[in-house]
């Protein structure tokens, strides 16, 4: 076990700390340990990902722990298709480990570089009306509690801490095992077109529902949306040529767009119309690619975001306020919107806890303001009952999550038993837990 001082940032560049010791434990006994050695010395103690939430949720003051060189082992089970891994291991890591085990997650998000951990802890999703956010795929778990004590639990153990401990906010122990119910390795068919909000908005049960996977970005400024659809077929016929792929991938979507957003943030007045160009420079394309390869692409542009999860029928009533907002800002909005949609699930914290979602995410280039921009959407997603992505920038508090959760309080329980102390706390978990 290593232990050192280091300063810290997340992905974003708008988080930062320095703890007092940094400690990166290779056996769960080496974790249970550090977390009394916290104790002992009264600090406080907070597990990292990969650092890419917004928000200050993996902020540690007192001693920090990065579970990179954290070795549980790895146990496959083709037949059940269950798979159990050390928690610190990246989405990117485990996609690889599983297709070389002819499986794969049932769905991913944007991104692969998120810890297991991390990525469960915020309640982190892709899209898809069918399927609900990562941690639905969770079958069990191991977890360090606050008093050092390891704890494992699933459907038929410790049955209330599965329901907390899958979207967990790090606040009721420190994961260190997963087990997650895998499906056989499947390719996508990607299919991306230009389009009319309106159109889409007019026929969105076609879009949602037909689909294994529909989501689409709106265009800030304009009426256009770029759809992107994902559909399971049985061959991997149609692969984006390598130069396609980056020319598409990384030099449009990463290097033409930075300089856009350069610009943008340069020279403020041209943004309505780079927004107008971006959109009109999407064309169709459709291709064919391994699951996690077609959901994940590289994102290497930073941005600050937030995102709201709400109740799908209110997705036409958010984006017209969203529009009125955007041109009444006293500046430009350089980034294009996500919409995605997700399924209900029963996880205390999950976002679609009890309902089917759609996500709303907003963007802005990092330098550029956003405050006066998500503070007016959130009041607007805030009064349409949606509930704020906890790894995604936003300002609500205790009172006001404890009416959009109903087992905020049943969560709250489970946490005061599993971190009496609340050894696992930082001041982001003080705002939204209020303790
Ligand atoms: C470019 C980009 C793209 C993104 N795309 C998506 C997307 O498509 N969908 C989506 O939903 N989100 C997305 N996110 C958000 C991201 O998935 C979440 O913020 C996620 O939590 C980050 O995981 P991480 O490993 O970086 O964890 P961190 O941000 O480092 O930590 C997140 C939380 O997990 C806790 N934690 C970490 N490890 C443990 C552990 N072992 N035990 C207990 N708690 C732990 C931390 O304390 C903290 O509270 C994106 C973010 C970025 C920057």
């Known amino acids: 076990m290593v232990g050192t001082q280091a300063a810290w940032s997340n992905w974003a560049g708008n988080q930062r700390s320095t703890a007092a010791l940094t400690v990166r434990p290779r056996t769960v006994e080496e974790v249970a340990e550090a977390v009394r050695h916290a104790a002992d010395t009264g600090r406080t103690i907070r597990a990292v990902g990969s650092g890419h939430s917004f928000t200050a949720t993996a902020v540690a003051d007192g001693h920090r722990l990065d579970l990179a060189d954290l070795d549980t ?5 083709p037949a059940r298709r269950l798979v159990t891994v050390p928690a610190g291991m990246t989405l990117h890591t485990l996609n690889d ?4 085990h002819g499986l794969a997650l049932p769905n991913l998000g944007d991104i692969d570089a998120q810890t297991i951990a991390g990525a469960l802890s915020t309640g982190t999703h892709g899209t898809g009306a069918k399927l609900g956010c990562l941690s639905t795929f969770v079958t069990a778990l191991t977890l360090v509690t606050g008093t050092g004590e390891v704890l494992r639990c699933s459907a038929d153990e410790h049955r209330d801490v599965f329901a907390a401990a899958r979207v967990g906010l790090g606040a009721v122990g420190v994961l260190v095992e997963v087990t997650l119910r895998c499906v056989d390795a499947f390719v996508l068919r990607a299919h991306e077109r230009p389009a009319a909000l309106a159109a889409v908005l007019d026929d969105l049960p076609g879009l949602v529902e037909k689909h294994d996977h529909a989501e689409f970005y709106w265009f800030p400024y304009t009426d256009r949306v770029q759809v992107k659809t994902n559909d399971r077929v049985p061959a991997d016929d149609r692969p984006l040529p390598r130069w396609r792929g980056w020319l598409d991938d990384e030099f449009l979507s990463n290097t033409v767009f930075a300089g856009a957003c350069r610009l943008g943030r340069a020279v403020p007045a041209l943004a309505p119309g780079i927004s107008a160009v971006s959109a ?3 064309t169709e394309r459709t291709y064919t690619g391994r699951s996690d390869q077609v959901f994940c692409t590289p994102r290497r542009v930073r941005f600050v975001e937030m995102e709201y999860a709400l109740p799908r029928a209110a997705l036409p009533a958010a984006l017209a306020e969203l529009r009125r907002i955007v041109d009444r800002l ?7 919107v996500e919409v995605r949609f997700t399924a209900a699930d029963d996880i205390w914290l999950s976002h679609g806890y009890g309902r089917d979602s759609a996500y709303l995410a907003i963007h802005q280039y990092v330098g550029m303001p956003y405050e006066p ?3 007016a959407f959130e009041e607007v997603a805030t009064d349409l009952a949606g509930r704020p992505h906890w790894g995604k920038l936003h300002w609500r508090t205790a009172d006001s999550l404890a009416t959009a959760y109903p087992k905020f309080t049943d969560f709250l329980k489970v946490r005061n038993r599993l971190d009496p102390d609340n050894r696992f706390t930082n001041p982001y978990l003080t705002q939204v837990l209020g303790a």
């Open 373 to 375: 921009y998500f503070r």
């Open 280 to 282: 009109r420079a999407l």
């Open 97 to 100: 480990l599983l297709a070389g």
């Open 330 to 336: 006293p500046f430009k909005v350089l980034f294009p």
């Open 73 to 77: 082992g790895v146990t496959v089970d």
